[in-house]
């Protein structure tokens, strides 16, 4: 998602250069006359990416107490645990600080690369999603629902990080005669029949509550696989063209499993290619030395 900027508003560089000046005096000046500022956050990416930016976006909020900070993004309703953060998505033509979160660097761990754009030291700190004890609605009663439950998501929107449908319908078979249920989620792909079919029926928060509600989540580097972490659910990631190690952090409930072809992690490495999604081989999928088997072994070993 390569949606205009902020500052495509300006419609020329002179234009550009000259709100740039302006912020650059501003900013000091209104610091020291101990005025509110105005710090705009542009994100407007992947779910995924998003996800990542929840530490970043919350150490701002911390940073900044007596100013504004307002964030301009694709799926603020992961954001709203947030307090004293502004959603916007028509910000003000002038604002007094302006970060663009979107097209990090494939070469620095996404955390640190997101921290050094607005400025503030690293942490160690992984995203979290709080749900709220209120009741959502889920099309899926797990009081009915044999344990223990693993959700599969097999979506992507890159076509080399696909895992084959076949070794994921592997998959599913080898859980369900080990006793346990298995849900098939996510969006935007034709479902492959790995267990109850909950693929496009679910909103964001729907979807952070049932993976919430499941024992353990398998899924390909994926918006899913951000988001079963943010809610702390133990997860075995497949990795292919990306490295694990560039978008998570090390913790005991991740259980990243990595590619052994010559083309694994490529996207993080100076081979990477320019279009996302197309392998340096010319790989359809850069999991396929991934088998079935040890997926099963990874998330039998994981579920609580």
Known sequence: MHEETYEDRYTTPMERRYARVLRAYRWPLKGFLRQA?????????????????IPVVENMVKAYPHDQVALWCSYPEIFRHIEKLTLTDKPPREVDRYCLLRDASRRKPRFEDLALKVGLPVEEHSPSLPLKAKSIYIPIDFATLKT????????TTWANKHWPDSYWRQLADLLRAKGVTTLEVGANHAPLGLGHDLVGKTDVLQLAHVLHNSDAVVSVDSGVMHLALAVDTPTVGLFGPTSPDYYVQPRPDFHPLESLDSCAGFWNKDRAVAEPGKCILDHASCLE???PQEVLDRVLAALP
């Not at 500022?37 to 930016?53: C, K, Q, S, V």
């Not at 223990?148 to 979506?155: G, I």
């Open 289 to 291: 030395s991934i088998p």
């Open 148 to 155: 223990p439950v693993v959700a599969l998501a097999p979506a």
């Open 37 to 53: 500022r105005y710090i705009l956050l542009e994100l407007r990416w992947r779910l995924g990416d998003e996800i990542m930016a």
